[in-house]
């Protein structure tokens, strides 16, 4: 009797960490998606990178995502004169 509960536990603490790590694993593969836009205009010292987020896809807005140096991500319009010229300088970097 006392082996079926400790099973039973072991079981239970199994499911729940399995549940935890698939909720996790899950949750950064999947896209998050832009819901609006920074209104500030970014400096390009502090971008890494970007990536485009189109409304044809997965999420509802087209979008530019700068990366920062910090890891962090900033939405932003991508019909906006300062976001076309970090992309244009960020893609000239990338073909050096």
């Not at 999420?59 to 962090?72: P, Q």
Request: aromatic share 10%; hydrophobic share 40%.
């Amino acid at each position: 009797m006392m082996c079926d509960s400790k099973r039973l536990f072991l079981v239970a603490l199994v499911s729940v960490l399995l549940l935890y790590f698939c909720s996790q694993s899950q949750a950064a593969s999947s896209f998050d998606c832009c819901l609006g836009y920074t209104r500030h205009v970014l400096s390009i010292k502090y971008i890494r990178n970007f990536t485009e987020q189109l409304a044809s896809e997965i999420c509802d807005i087209n979008a530019i995502i700068f990366h920062t140096h910090k890891r962090l991500s900033v939405c932003a319009d991508p019909k906006k004169p300062w976001v076309k010229k970090i992309m244009r300088f960020l893609s000239q970097k990338d073909k050096k």
